[in-house]
């Protein structure tokens, strides 16, 4: 079986083949429950693991929780944008949900060689974008991994139930620091299960289908310690990669024209959308006789992420496809709709960063407890 880089910036061409591989669900249009999520409308939800049986937990009233988190190594880009929406989307469709937010400083210091230091700012920003985008403080804990001891105990605890050859089939041969930061992200995603979170309970990951690597992983534990720890194994979902604006498969923090992050100035967004890549033709009278492609084109993305009602991307797409839209304009329209997006986000997320800093704060405290 071939591995998953969960820390790679490669992208994925074929969602189904991943899924068929690692044996995840595919999320086709039976889930009626979803259709007031857009992204699940839009296609850009692919795959899952238990989702049902999670959504008959939160649905019959008991606590259940949301987990994903961010390595603080970065703003948030549209990538962390859609991961911070679904576990929003949750936390609000259900008033027994508990959001969980991992800031995961320990990962970004081995693996983006950045000092907590570092991290502490940009988790102040990572939170407040958090609240801007609509999170419920009241139901939510945001904390950060080098806090935690008790994600760390975790940790440590379940170090005793892999061996090397387990993890190299998982994820491929890496840094053990690497490995360690995967306990540590087992650790978070059962912390919502441990004693100072009163026990067990279903939870949810919302994250990247690039990230179930760590779902396999954690899975696999909850098997482990299902008697003593009495852990569920966690369900996730999961949503399509954001295409690089370049026309790489996959965005990159080491390319910056290649994203578009929620702290971009007026300027610098446009010249991003004006440049990027397209799936238009090389000539407008190609264009017009043959159509645009806009399966392959990041600006069409940008619909799907940013515009407000779905009928707009279904008229893009016709006209695209017919040959009677051309690339400058609709770039422009693109540009329109996510620098209106921006700058309302910009205001809100100003308005947040004191809520944000003692939100994560009162997160440190909570997860100083021990585990079990
Ligand atoms: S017209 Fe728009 S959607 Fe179609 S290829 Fe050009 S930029 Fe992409």
């Known amino acids: 079986m071939s591995t998953l880089n969960p820390w790679g910036d490669f992208g994925i061409k074929d969602y189904s083949k991943l899924i068929q591989e690692f044996g995840i669900t595919p999320l086709d249009e039976t889930f009626e429950d979803l259709n007031d999520n857009k992204y699940y409308r839009r296609g850009m939800l692919v795959g899952h693991r238990d989702l049902d049986k999670f959504l008959s937990e939160a649905k ?60 502490d700012e940009i988790a102040i920003y990572n939170v407040a974008d958090m609240i801007a985008l609509g999170m419920d403080p009241e139901r939510a804990v945001t904390y950060k991994q080098s806090s935690a001891l008790a994600v760390s105990d975790l940790a440590f605890i379940f170090s005793d139930d892999v061996t090397f050859n387990m993890l190299v089939d998982i994820y491929g041969e890496r840094k053990i620091s690497l490995y360690f930061a995967a306990l540590v992200q087992a650790g978070d ?32 534990l909850a098997a482990k310690h299902k008697e003593d720890l009495q852990l569920i194994p966690p369900s996730a979902i999961y949503h399509k990669l954001v295409r690089s604006l370049t026309g790489d498969d996959k965005m990159s923090k080491r390319t910056p024209q290649s994203m578009i992050t929620l702290s971009d100035k007026k300027e610098e967004l446009k010249q ?95 997860v100083l407890k021990r585990p079990v």
């Open 189 to 220: 995603i059962f912390l919502p299960e441990t004693k100072p979170f009163n026990g067990p309970k279903p939870v949810l990951v919302p994250v990247g289908a690039d990230q179930d690597p760590h779902l396999r992983l954690a899975r696999d």
């Open 60 to 119: 019959s009233g008991k606590v259940v929780a949301i987990l994903s988190g961010i390595k603080p190594s970065g703003i948030f880009h549209i990538g962390s944008m859609i991961t911070a929406e679904q576990m929003i989307y949750f936390q609000k469709k259900y008033s027994n949900a508990f959001l969980f937010y991992s800031i995961a400083d320990l990962e970004a210091y081995v693996d983006n060689g950045q000092s907590l230091d570092k991290s």
């Open 272 to 366: 991003k959308i004006m440049n990027a890549f397209t799936g238009g033709r090389a000539t407008i009278k190609e264009q017009k006789e043959l159509g645009g492609e806009p399966e392959k084109c990041p600006v069409f993305d940008l619909y799907i992420y940013f515009a407000k009602d779905d009928m707009q991307i279904k008229n893009v797409y016709k006209e695209c496809k017919k040959g009677v839209r051309m690339c400058g304009g609709c770039k422009n329209e693109a540009y329109g709709l996510v620098s209106n997006f921006i700058e309302d986000h910009q205001a809100k997320r100003s308005a947040a960063m004191n809520e944000a800093k003692a939100l994560l704060k009162n997160g440190d405290s909570l």
